[in-house]
């Protein structure tokens, strides 16, 4: 019995993990791409920008992904996302990766604005370009300020993916709960749920060990 | 600056106006739901794990009452059967989001169900029944005796229904199973399932052994489940009259040893 729990486990933690990485991957760099968006001089785009922070970081994720999932399907004549498994973990990552963008997006530019402008300024007398200036001054002084605040945000981001639960995306809290109705032949099994926590808790533990170590490496000014 | 805002808002409520003019449009010509289906050529079958009617054998087929008649059924309609794992909760906005095409679960045809859905014919007599701690089921047998307990039922099923039609007090819950980890737990008194989930789910063998059932609260049917306005609930209502009368509905039962309680259709 033991086995069957944790192989169903294990399949699910798999959803969860693969939710957890394309979701870094996606929400990495567009964060990136917002944030430039909402300190451009192009106001428009600026705006933009800024209300789509507003909006995404102003509503709960979980009726984010409500929406995303069933609202195209209910204005259109068809859904747009594929049916089956797959089509609710497409849902699923785009939510997650707009949601983390936007969170992103605010702790580089907290990043970014905390380098002195002075910096900026020295660079310029130099004669070094703006993209000179943004790789070799400003980001480097960035990405080292903002490993701390990042840390906490991927954690959150671990546990958050249990909320795909919501549109049946089967990650390890919905394996876990199945088995208090019946899932692989058992019925009623409480245990299952309660131990899907030790999977969090191991990979936020590796995480929590890789972050440190990285804040670390990064620690070459202080 | 101004102009820039005011061309916003002129801009959000066109989109707006638009969303809410091309959602009519589909109201209106919602008509051929079997079309729809046929065009596609699958069968999305929404369901959650509710042994004996949808679960999963060894090999991770889904088997059951309602996974065998709903394979059968797209098979009639020429198309692949596909089964998908819902949340309950959100059966309606799946239907309406056209992420499934069928609720098709041991689904308890109550006014709310049959409001919000193109239902079926009933197929399948069920009943609510009270779950309470089995060292104290004896003091529990009639529905007099319930007044004082504490009930946790699922939120919007038919066991929250008698509950609210005997005037108990009682707290809405995620599931059925949630329902009965409340009784187990001693967070709430009693709760209020489905006869089929009680007879799988209590007793010997499960994890709760100390539960029971008593009293049976109201007798129901279950039905199928179709987008509001669906063709394919008189095709399907042909297809059990049609099953029924050749014996097929009975022995697909049989098999999962349920067929005493099968609708004449």
Known sequence: ?222 | MKKMISLALALTLGLSLTACGSKNAENTESASDLAYVQDKGTLVVGITEFEPMDYQDADGNWVGFDADMASLFAESLGVEVQFQLIDWDSKVMELDGKTIDVVWNGMTLTEDVKEAMECSNPYFNNAQVVIVKADQAEKYQTTDSLKELNFSVENGSAGMEQADAYSLSYTPVLDQATALLEVSSGTADAAIIDYLMAVASTGEGTSYENLTYTVSLADEQYGVGFRKGSDLAAKLNEFFAEKYADGTMKQVADKYGIAEKLVEQ
């Open chain 1, 1 to 222: 019995m033991f086995l069957t729990v944790i192989g169903a486990l294990n399949e699910g933690f798999l959803q969860t993990l693969k939710l957890f990485f394309v979701t870094l991957l996606g929400a990495l760099p567009l964060g990136l791409v917002i944030c430039w968006g909402s300190m451009t001089r192009f106001y428009p785009l600026r705006w933009l920008c800024r209300f789509v922070v507003w909006v995404i970081r102003g509503t709960p994720l979980m009726l984010q992904l409500y929406i995303i999932f069933f609202i195209p399907g209910i204005v259109m004549d068809q859904s747009p996302w594929p049916a089956g498994e797959s089509g609710r973990f497409l849902a699923c990552a785009v939510a997650f990766i707009l949601n983390y963008a936007c969170y992103f997006s605010e702790i580089y530019r907290g990043g970014i604005q905390g380098v002195p402008r002075g910096q900026q300024e020295a660079g310029q007398v130099l004669g070094m370009t703006k993209v000179q200036i943004f790789v070799h001054v400003t980001l480097l002084q960035m990405i080292k300020r903002i490993v701390p605040p990042m840390s906490n945000e991927i954690i959150t981001l671990v546990k958050d993916t249990s909320l795909s639960r919501i549109i049946s995306l089967q990650e390890v809290i919905w394996a876990g709960q199945a088995f208090l109705k019946t899932s692989h032949g058992y019925s009623g099994l409480l245990w299952p749920l309660f131990f899907t926590g030790v999977y969090y808790l191991v990979f936020n533990g590796l995480v929590t060990l890789l972050l440190g170590r990285l804040e670390k490496k990064l620690d070459y000014f202080s």
